[in-house]
């Protein structure tokens, strides 16, 4: 079932921040199956090398694989940023490989290409300095302004958010100089969507921030399209599993998914 439109949407992340995109899919899809893989045995990425990345990725593209997945969208910056390039061609002709960092690059150095653009996500995002070099390749006059803030995916995780203290934590974070007098920020973390009000409430609305949710749903939309390989389920399944499983975990599914997932045991290595 390669690459056929009867192929499932297969989508990845370190833990449970990729389903704020599996949400945008499903509801953008709705005759698409999904396949959802969360590494939670390995959360979280944003500390990990470049090669553990490496090595949890290729086994997450196995699965989904074997599963028929058509494409598989890398719903995580911190896998994109160290595994992409590998996964692209280790996938090769079997699905389609998306990840969060290109189409959110593409639609900067187009539209915002002359303003000053600040950027936050995990330390293994920003020191890749990923988004500054392919922004560089395109438009050599663009510069991001980054800002490692790794206290946030956990705390996002344990469900802190609107709250004192992650209010607190955001407004650090974003005082930092590095960010003074920006634009647009990019939210470089599948999981900070879930803190976009915090962080507008400290730009006063005066900053664009910048989710890669809806980019994402329009850079699949254009593949499909291209390929004709949508899906036509009339009752499209939704299929969530993760490395290691607690039922805490499976609680605060609900946080990212905004209704009630059920996860399944799936270990990586057996
Ligand atoms: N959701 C991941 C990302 O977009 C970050 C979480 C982690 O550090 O595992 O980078």
């Not at 056929?4 to 992340?13: L, T, V, Y």
């Not at 599963?67 to 940023?81: P, T």
């Not at 915002?112 to 500054?132: E, F, M, N, P």
């Not at 960010?179 to 470089?188: C, G, R, V």
Request: net charge negative.
């Amino acid at each position: 079932m390669k690459n056929s439109e009867n192929g499932a949407i297969g989508i990845f992340d370190s833990g449970i921040g990729g389903l704020t995109v599996a949400k945008a899919i499903h509801e953008n899809f709705p005759n698409e199956n999904i396949v959802y893989f969360g590494d939670t045995a390995h959360l979280p990425y944003g500390d990990k090398s470049e090669a553990a990345i490496q090595a949890y990725s290729i086994r997450i593209a196995d699965l989904l694989l074997k599963m028929g997945c058509k494409v598989i969208v890398i719903a995580c910056n911190s896998a994109s940023s160290a595994s992409y390039e590998l996964l692209k061609e280790y996938v090769n002709k079997q699905a389609h490989v998306i990840n969060v960092i290109d189409p959110m690059v593409q639609f900067v150095s187009h539209s915002l290409a002359d303003k000053r653009i600040g950027l936050i996500g995990t330390k293994r995002t920003v020191q890749s300095g990923i988004y500054q070099k392919k922004l560089a390749a395109i438009n050599p006059a663009c510069t991001i302004h980054s800002l490692a803030t790794p206290l946030l995916a956990p705390m996002i995780e344990e469900g802190f958010y609107n709250s004192q203290i992650s209010h607190e934590i955001v407004w650090n974070y974003l005082s930092d100089p590095i960010l003074q007098n920006i634009d647009a920020l990019i939210l470089a973390c599948t999981h900070y969507p879930l803190i976009r009000n915090e962080i507008n409430e400290f730009y006063k609305g005066k900053v664009n921030i910048l989710d890669s949710t809806q980019i994402i749903v329009e850079s699949l939309m254009e593949y499909l399209t291209s390929h004709q390989l949508f899906g036509t389920s009339q009752n499209s399944e939704l299929q969530f599993l993760v490395s290691d499983y607690t039922e805490s975990f499976e609680a605060s599914t609900q946080i990212f998914f905004q209704e009630k997932v059920s996860l399944k045991w799936h270990p990586l290595w057996n």
